[in-house]
């Protein structure tokens, strides 16, 4: 049994809904863009696949709350294939980071958690194309777009790991990055 199937449920929770409200709380105060990459490296690196794909759609559906309910998104069915494009992309992201952490266990886990970001974040947008492909007809590559996705995103991993380290130098029986899954 790995270490993250003895953590109890409750503790795997909690330690996930302190995350969603970590995530939440900065979307709050810095706009709207959910660094969802992030979150799914973070998640596939502490928690089994099937917990890690429920706390991305959590964060996800939490993004889809504010912005719908607090920033007053239009309800149109172009904004609303937005979001379930960006819940896919999100999962795309975690399908990308998981076979990466898999095929680097036991390298130091910032090797693991950069090579698990870049195939995330890669996954997340050609996903993203696609949905653009879709919705609007058109594929277009902005690279001003993408950078600003990958730098949040990458910013949000740092301090999401650097957070995560310090929990684990903790006695606290919580998920970390880098347990095996």
Request: aromatic share 6%; charged share 10%; proline share 6%.
């Amino acid at each position: 049994m790995s270490s993250v199937s003895m953590l109890s449920a409750p503790r795997a929770a909690l330690w996930s809904a302190g995350l969603v409200t970590l995530v939440m709380g900065g979307c709050l105060l810095a706009g709207c863009l959910e660094p969802l990459v992030a979150v799914a490296v973070i998640a596939a690196g502490a928690l089994p696949l099937g917990r890690a794909a429920l706390l991305v759609t959590a964060v996800w559906l939490a993004g889809q709350a504010i912005g719908f309910g607090l920033h007053d998104y239009p309800r149109d069915p172009r904004t609303i294939a937005w979001g379930f494009g960006l819940g896919l992309a999100a999962l795309a992201a975690l399908a990308g980071a998981v076979p990466i952490l898999k095929a680097t266990a036991g390298k130091p886990v910032w090797l693991r958690a950069g090579l698990a970001f870049v195939a995330a974040f890669v996954a997340n947008q050609l996903v993203i194309l696609g949905v653009e492909q879709a919705v609007t007809g058109a594929c277009e590559v902005r690279p001003g777009v993408v950078s600003l996705v990958g730098a949040l995103n990458a910013a949000w991993l740092a301090g999401l790991l650097a957070i995560d380290a310090v929990v684990r130098r903790t006695s606290l029986p919580l998920p970390s990055f880098g347990r095996t899954a």
